[in-house]
């Protein structure tokens, strides 16, 4: 296992505007949960209500985010990713205008839900491709992303529970639409070395872009088994985990302390990140999967009713867990990839990692009136456990080597000891 590469090769201009406007969104995104959970049960709708307006964003980020690799592909990341910040600064302040008049109804918030799921879909892909060009070390820059945008999601639901118990979640839409508005603004100071446009003559079709970018993806074992099995963790536990914790969390302790263990959960993806700036190992889809064993410790602390400061021990271990893993995981894409499919490729396997996501939401509400809330938890937390023993029966997926970074060309260069 290597070091941390240095300083002077991470914290360029560029990456640090980046690095900033990632972190602020990001605390703003951390509001969200919150504020939404806490409004809709204030306006008489239950965990039914917030795992739908839930899936409407999930639904259209899914549906749209393999379009938006070729869009981040053929015009641009930057210029995408500016374009669908702007548009959440509208969509948070419509939201913000409808909760501090009380005329919330549920199809109007699944609707905004819907075009910021478009919008996240058409930025999403510049993320991936973006961070290889403004930091030489890429595993160093996406454990440095992972862990400022975890402390910002540390201090969004903690900002947003004391937001929504003082005044209202009205409020907290309008400081998320700021966040947004700050992340355009800087987002369109970076310059991005090597930035070419594909549209226009003798470019192919967008068709095309997506056959190439289907076949890049579908060549990659280690990816495509990786995105299978998350499929199906998506609907037992990702899914259901945010509408069905936030219900029983709220409903038991108060919005308050649902922040809190939000924060608790922010902190510990963190502390994955710190550990993964550390850590090289050569190896780094497989030790990301022994990291992931802990990742349903929170759905399995609410699942037993524990008390805050468990239900917090647990979000804290869950985060680390999926801090650590995620720094593995985009690094591993980022690095595996060739630079001209990377947006493509990126959108793929985002899209199919979330795909059942909103299936998982959708069906919370009904199921947990069918079967109880807590048991679904438990269940969802057992299944962690499975996918990671699979994750690790995989011979493409265990022995994926590691590799510093890709050259313009695609060329890797493989990891030193």
Do not use: K
């Amino acid at each position: 296992m290597g070091r941390a590469g240095g300083g002077r090769r991470l914290w360029s201009r560029d990456f640090a505007l980046f690095f900033v406007a990632r972190a602020v969104a990001r605390t703003g995104d951390g509001m969200l949960p919150v504020a939404l959970s806490a409004g809709l049960l204030a306006h008489g709708f239950g965990a039914g209500g917030i795992g739908l307006a839930m899936a409407s964003f999930s639904v259209c980020f899914v549906g749209f985010v393999v379009f938006g690799g070729v869009l981040s592909d053929r015009w641009g990341a930057r210029r995408l990713m500016v374009l669908a910040d702007l548009v959440r600064v509208v969509t948070q302040g419509t939201a913000a205008v409808l909760f501090l008049t009380g005329n919330v109804v549920l199809w109007q918030i699944c609707l905004i839900g819907a075009v910021n799921g478009i919008a996240a879909g058409a930025f999403q892909p510049g993320v991936a491709s973006v961070v290889p060009r403004v930091a030489r070390d890429v595993q160093g820059a996406n454990g440095v992303l992972r862990t400022a945008e975890a402390l910002a999601m540390l201090v969004g639901p903690a900002a947003a529970g004391l937001l929504v118990a003082v005044f209202s979640a009205a409020g907290v839409f309008a400081a998320h639409a700021g966040t947004y508005a700050v992340g355009a603004l800087l987002l369109g100071l970076v310059r991005l070395p090597g930035a070419r446009r594909r549209d226009g003559d003798g470019a192919p079709g967008y068709l095309t872009d997506l056959a190439e970018g289907w076949r890049e993806f579908r060549a990659r074992t280690w990816m495509w088994s990786v995105i299978l099995l998350w499929m199906a963790l998506m609907v037992v536990m990702w899914g259901p985990q945010t509408p069905l914790t936030a219900a029983e969390i709220i409903s038991d302790h108060g919005a308050r302390e649902f922040g809190i263990v939000s924060s608790a959960l922010g902190g510990g993806t963190a502390l994955g990140g710190l550990v993964a700036i550390r850590i090289r190992p050569r190896f780094p889809l497989r030790a990301g999967t022994f990291a992931l064993f802990g990742a349903g410790a929170f759905s399995a602390a609410v699942g037993m009713a524990l008390p805050v400061p468990a239900l917090a021990a647990g979000a804290a271990v869950s985060g680390a867990a999926m801090g650590f893993w995620g720094v593995m995981w985009m690094t591993s894409v980022q690095t595996q990839v060739p630079r001209p499919v990377l947006g493509r490729i990126h959108a793929y396997e985002v899209a199919g990692s979330v795909a059942m996501m909103p299936v998982g939401q959708a069906l919370a509400g009904p199921a947990a009136q069918v079967f109880g809330a807590r048991p679904l938890l438990l269940f969802g937390g057992a299944a962690t456990l499975v996918v990671g023993l699979a994750l690790l029966a995989l011979r493409p997926v265990r022995n994926l080597t590691a590799r510093r970074r890709l050259s313009t060309e695609g060329s890797a260069e493989v990891a030193g000891p």
